[in-house]
């Protein structure tokens, strides 16, 4: 039976340095010479990984925690903010005086000429500052925003923004998505096109934005560095990013 296997890429495919091991490159090349089907499961958003996509010979996956679906170079599923939702949520941040930066698959635009926020969060992910552009949102699909601010901050906008999930992922950083919106659902619309069982499916992955994803699936694994929660709905814990977890991993499951 055909399989598949979903990466998160930040502390999964890459280590806490955000280099590639050499172990995780040999054992994605094993998966496809076994027939496993391989793709991403990333909260980035498609132009932040095109190098790993093109190392790695991925043509598949699922972005922005699954607003933005790719079937080998395919779009296949998009699931965009609300625009009078997200016009307003600007009001408000703008109000608190919280930065945003807008994303869509080609690029990403501030709200502010810089902050520091921005600085230490995107540079965490080892990216420059974004260039301003207020009305960015104005004129495009919006898959994926960020707010910057402190957690004790956040709360602000849980009640007042329903039609959003927020996600923090950085100290300075959430995710703003879509209401439901996650990588358990993008996976699922995959899945879904190319008619694959449940069981059949597995992921990997460390964060909080990688729950729903490792409760969905058929085989959820944490990484050895993962979040506790990511471990709690996991089937499987392996070793640490930068200690062979991809490869340790897929002996276990005896799928190289």
């Known amino acids: 039976m055909k399989k598949i296997v979903f990466f998160d890429i930040d502390g999964t495919l890459l280590d806490h340095e955000k280099q590639l091991p050499s172990s ?35 043509d598949s996956y699922v972005s922005f925690n699954g607003q933005f679906v790719v079937f080998e170079n395919e779009v296949i599923y998009k699931n965009p903010l609300n625009h009078s939702e ?12 919280h930065p945003l930066v807008f994303m869509n698959e080609l690029t990403m635009k501030s709200t502010i000429e810089y902050h520091p926020y921005i600085e230490s969060s995107m540079g965490s992910l080892l990216f420059p500052h974004p260039d301003e552009d207020k009305s960015f949102y104005a004129h495009n699909e919006i898959y994926q925003s960020l707010l910057f601010c402190r957690v ?52 990997f992955g460390d964060g909080l934005n990688d729950l729903e994803m490792l409760k969905a699936v058929g085989t959820g694994v944490a990484m050895g560095n993962a979040v506790p929660e990511a471990k709690a709905n996991a089937n499987l814990v392996t070793s640490d990013v930068s200690k062979d977890g991809i490869w340790n991993g897929l002996k276990e499951l005896q799928l190289i």
């Open 152 to 203: 004790d901050d956040e709360r602000l906008y849980f009640e007042n923004f329903p039609e959003f999930d927020f996600i923090r992922w950085h100290p300075y950083s959430v995710d703003v998505l879509p209401k439901g919106g996650s990588k358990a659902e993008g996976i699922k619309q995959m899945i879904d096109r190319l008619g694959f069982d449940l069981k059949d499916v597995y992921a």
């Open 86 to 97: 997200l016009e307003k949520f600007l009001q408000d941040t703008n109000n608190n005086e």
């Open 24 to 58: 995780t490159k040999k054992a994605i090349t094993l998966l496809k010479e076994n027939g496993v089907f391989v793709a991403i499961a990333t909260g980035r958003a498609p132009f932040m990984f095109t190098s790993l996509k093109k190392e790695l010979d991925i």
